[in-house]
């Protein structure tokens, strides 16, 4: 039954373990601001399922959904080697586009996507749906607040041992983390970075997956502010960091799943100033021998932005409906990529 909440009509391409697997089941409470009218797979038996569920019509062919009249929004959810090539299509066509992430495999791609968004009557968005992590939004507010002073350094961790053996441990089809869990948690360290870019460092390996792609991976990025991101992303770490560790002039925060802890300096005790002793040490211990002032919380992930990463779809309809600027700028998605196609640089995966 149609909405009467003029619902943005959707062409889906791709009906795999993205399309089917968690687009469709995002979008199964938001049936008043999307509708599935189409979608195309080159296997049957998924195009009957999208049939079956939605009554849309369906396509073996990209350029037959193109060609619809009723398709407003084309929802890309292909492997990640057809993103580039489908969303140019897309664009070309005149259609909005909401591409799954990676927006392609790299930079200069991204490049040319951006430069075809410019000149097409439609609108391009990535899909970096963990912008909208619960974590990584309360962590923002926290670090806003200044409770923990200035960030210095950040760490992220997706960690975890798996003998991975799909597509996606396979160079030719856009395999490996970076293009994996990268886009994501890449997103996530340059908006807490804060700053661009002044260096990047990188080491890749092939620890336990079947393919010939990267399962494990450390990016260091320092800002041009002195502040430090270190990211690791791993299929073959069999013990697990904190997803976040920040530190600060002021204090400290970690956060794993759904709780955060920090240590900060009890704003409400003024400190004294910290006078230098050059002179020679006496014998009893190290100075500063002062007592600080400690506040120690641990405290459930909940913030006031009251989002989760599914409120991306939110988001996009807001953009469409009402132009309202979305979260996520085409050009930060191009800035993720330099950073990926710069990690790869001069390494067996490029």
């Not at 090539?85 to 790299?106: D, M, N, S, Y």
């Not at 700053?195 to 800002?223: F, M, N, Y």
């Amino acid at each position: 039954m149609m909405s009467t909440t003029n619902p943005i009509r959707i062409g889906l391409v791709g009906v795999g373990r993205a399309g089917w697997g968690m687009h469709c089941e995002e979008l199964r409470e938001r049936s008043e601001k999307f509708q599935f009218v189409a979608a195309c797979d080159v296997l049957p038996e998924r195009c009957a399922k999208m049939a079956e569920r939605y009554g849309c019509r369906t396509y073996s062919a990209i350029e037959d959904l193109l060609a619809d009249p009723a398709v407003e929004l084309v929802d890309i959810a292909t492997r990640s080697c057809d993103h580039f090539a489908h969303a140019a299509l897309a664009l070309q066509a005149g259609k909005t586009v909401f591409l799954e992430k990676p927006i392609c495999l790299t930079h200069d791609e991204a490049v040319q996507l951006h430069a075809l968004a410019a000149q097409s009557p439609g609108q391009l968005y990535p899909r970096h749906n963990r912008r909208f992590e619960p974590a990584f939004q309360h962590i923002r507010e926290i670090m806003a607040s200044g409770i923990l002073g200035d960030i210095y350094e950040i760490k992220l961790r997706r960690v975890g041992f798996q003998r991975r053996n799909d597509w996606q441990t396979i160079k030719e089809f856009g395999g490996g983390q970076l293009l994996n869990w990268g886009p994501h948690i890449i997103d996530h360290a340059l908006c807490l970075l804060d700053a661009p870019v002044k260096r990047i460092w990188s080491d890749l390996q092939c620890i336990a997956a079947a393919g010939d792609a990267e399962d494990h991976l450390k990016i260091l990025l320092t800002g041009t502010n002195g502040r430090l991101v270190d990211l690791e992303i791993s299929g073959g770490a069999a013990i697990a960091e904190p997803e976040y560790l920040l530190w600060g002039t002021k204090g400290a925060l970690t956060c794993n799943g759904e709780t955060l802890t920090m240590k900060y300096l009890d704003p409400h005790v003024t400190l004294e100033p910290c006078a230098l002793e050059p002179g020679t040490p006496g014998t009893g211990g190290f100075s500063n021998q002062e007592a600080l002032s400690w506040v120690e919380t641990t405290m459930p992930v909940q913030p006031k932005t009251g989002c989760d990463t599914d409120s991306i779809w939110d988001a996009l309809y807001l953009a469409i409906r009402d132009g309202k600027p979305f979260d996520i700028t085409l050009s930060e998605a191009v800035l993720v990529m330099q950073v990926i196609t710069a990690a790869k640089h001069d390494t067996v995966f490029a």
